[in-house]
């Protein structure tokens, strides 16, 4: 096992050489206020302004990268996972344009692989990912200005094989970099929603023995060699939304209520996606999630691209049980990609009603 | 299309309209006796009693939905039904004697652990080979005599209908069906989730289990009587921690679930054993005695 550990190391050891060259720059060579940010575990997102008065900042925030065994299903298959901040997705975290996004990114000891982060947002560098390759034991802090306004994925990308890896193992999250004057609909409208929610999609690979059962491994070493010859089928075992087949099902549902608006950002790092949401729609969908764009309204399924995250508000007309689901209906019921609205309010009868209850089909009317 | 689909799929998960109240018999004198016939099975006799019973199924009154009623259900006799669920290595004789389907790779074949991953029909062809082999009479239990012999492990899961607002019959059955026993959809040994007082274990565990009763459709009339009844035994009734409605040949319903409910862990059953007859009592002699 050491032997492996070793030969990661090694590996990342190459790219690490070539990351270290960059001038660090001395913290307060800007003259802007500091915000530091503390981040929140997705579906949920950290407190924030839709539209701001106040000029850019310096966002802080920090990102540790956690190597963890999580449960994905309700058959208990364990995963290992890599993560930011402990979940998967990572935590959406949230600027305006013209902010400055400060990471630190920390690689605890109690790691046994080096990382990075590529931030989609960001320009240059491979996204940030050549400056921020850190061993066990090591932090980073990087900075980068919000130049493009959107929804944007992070990912580590550590070289080579070990990027769709880490990727398909849990390291990507989200960035969104909001208007400063808020979000419109593209005809000068605002459009703000009452709350927000983070969902993060992941394909997962996930080896089998002999038997056919899923195996489990003691440290992401152990199962990389197995876990790739999955990976190359390109068929995944698992599509889960936030870690886990019914992570935002049951008791973590989604909640809200009839008048209210949500916005619901959807991340996918690695494979393409179609949200759905099974009775309701999408009423102002920025399906590649970049708001210098006008939204597209009305839509019934969005369409998000590998390697991007969309967003999409929704106002709630109906109470009652919603899916939210990928709709490659396989993928939603049978590997997982289902959450579940439980939204409270009043029935519209308006907007649809049962008739007549099912009964027997009556005779036919002969003449 | 696909809207049939979901509807097809939200049907599967029809779940939970109704369950009785159960008024606890206490557990017979004849009391328990394993594995007699050569089954490795247990069988408790449930004393004769009376049943609060939450009628299963789909209810209408005039057009509308309605509530399903409650009933008071008597059992004349006793109720011979199986003490744990069928094992999985009971199963397995079943599969080895070329009479039933293999079970599921993953499913740990124990004397101990429930066979689960079986469909309805596989349910019914064990009960059959296991009736030939012994000469005894097994079947599944109906819905009613399932709640009879669960007794307080079974709730009322009775819901009220607001028809001015579906919403809130959809939202209540959510809420209900997610409130779940910690420990998750791993099999355990028998006896893991405890023993009712007549005395069958492990019952409302994280193993459902199926019944013969099919999913019906009542008209109810005013006194709420029901008028008229259409069954589809396509779908048929399956107990645990909530009652449940799922199409006979699924095996896992945790994969071939719901849209916008919360299907059961995992599915498996236990089996009741018709009172034997004098003529039947003779054959099994004579069956026994031909070796
Ligand atoms: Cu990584």
Redesign the pocket.
């Known amino acids: 096992m050491l032997t492996r550990r070793a030969a990661l190391l090694s590996a990342a050891a190459a790219a690490l050489m070539l990351a270290v060259s960059a001038p660090a720059k001395a913290a307060d060579d800007l003259k802007l206020p500091r915000q530091k940010v503390e981040l929140v575990a997705p579906p949920f997102v950290h407190a924030h302004e839709q539209a701001t008065k106040q000029g850019p900042k310096i966002i802080e925030f920090t990102l540790t990268?956690e190597e963890k065994k999580v449960v994905i299903d309700e058959k208990g298959t364990t995963f290992q996972a890599?993560t930011f901040n402990g979940s998967m997705p990572g935590p959406l975290m949230v600027v305006h344009e013209g902010d400055y996004v400060e990471v630190t990114l920390v690689n605890p000891a109690s790691n046994s692989?080096p990382?990075?982060v590529d931030f989609h947002s960001a320009t240059g560098a491979l996204g940030g990912a050549e400056l921020t390759l850190v061993n066990p034991g090591e932090q980073v802090t990087l900075r980068w200005k919000a130049t493009r306004t959107g929804t944007f994925v992070y990912h580590?990308a550590?070289g080579g094989p070990m990027i769709p890896w880490?990727v398909v193992s849990g390291?990507a999250g989200a960035v969104m970099v909001l208007p400063r004057e808020g979000l419109t609909d593209g005809k000068g409208k605002p459009v703000k929603y009452d709350r927000a929610y983070y969902i993060g999609e992941f394909d997962l690979y996930v080896p089998r023995d002999e038997k056919g059962n899923f195996k489990a491994y003691d440290s992401p070493g152990e199962s990389y060699n197995d876990t790739v010859e999955v990976m190359k089928k390109l068929t995944p075992t698992h599509v889960v939304f936030n870690g886990k087949a019914g992570a935002l099902t049951g008791k973590s549902a989604l909640t809200s209520k009839v008048g209210e608006t949500v916005l619901i950002v959807h991340s996918q790092a690695n494979r393409d996606s179609r949200p759905h949401l099974i009775g309701g729609h999408g009423d102002h969908v920025w399906e590649t999630g970049k708001f210098s764009n006008a939204p597209e309204t009305g839509l019934e399924t969005w369409f998000i691209r590998g390697g991007s995250a969309g967003a999409a508000t929704y106002k709630f007309l109906q109470p009652g049980i919603y899916a939210y689901v990928t709709h490659n209906l396989i993928e939603a019921v049978e590997l997982g990609a289902t959450a579940h609205f439980k939204v409270e309010g009043k029935w519209n009868d308006d907007l649809m009603t049962q008739v007549k209850a099912p009964s027997e089909i009556p005779p036919a009317k002969t003449n | 299309m696909l809207i049939a689909f979901k509807l097809k799929l939200a049907l599967a998960c029809v779940a939970g309209l109704a369950g009785p109240l159960a008024v606890a018999p206490l557990l017979s004198d004849a009391g328990i006796r394993g594995g007699a016939d050569g089954t490795g099975q247990a069988i408790v006799e449930v004393r004769a009693g009376n049943v609060s019973y939450r009628v299963a199924g789909d209810f209408t009154r005039n057009g509308r939905q309605a509530a399903a009623p409650l009933r008071h259900i008597t059992f004349q006799e006793p109720l011979a039904i199986m003490k744990h669920q069928v094992s999985s290595a009971d199963y397995q004789a079943c599969v080895d004697a070329g009479a039933c389907r293999s079970l599921d790779r993953g499913v740990v074949i124990a004397p101990d652990r429930p066979a689960v991953q079986v469909s309805w029909h596989d349910a019914n062809a064990y009960a059959g080979w296991l009736s030939r082999k012994t000469g005894e009479h097994y079947r599944l239990p109906t819905d009613e005599e399932w709640a009879f012999a669960a007794g307080s492990r079974f709730s009322d899961d009775g819901l009220p209908v607001d028809n001015d607002d579906p919403s809130k019959r959809w939202i209540a059955r959510y809420e209900r069906e997610s409130e779940r026993k910690p420990g998750g959809g791993d099999v355990r040994a028998f006896g893991s989730f405890g023993i009712n007082e007549n005395g069958l274990a492990d019952l409302a565990g994280n193993v459902w289990e199926w019944t013969s009763t099919c999913f019906t459709r009542h008209r109810l009339d005013d006194a709420g009587e029901t008028v008229s009844a259409r069954s589809n035994c396509g779908v048929r009734v399956v107990q645990g921690q909530h009652r449940s409605y799922v199409t006979d040949f699924i095996r896992d319903a945790r994969a071939g679930g719901c849209a916008a409910g919360v299907p059961p862990d995992n599915l498996g059953f236990r089996l009741v054993r018709e009172p034997q007859s004098w003529v039947s009592a003779v054959a099994k002699a004579l069956h026994i005695a031909r070796g």
Do not use: F, Y
Request: glycine share 0%.
């Open positions: 990268v890599m692989m990382h990075n580590c550590p880490h390291m």
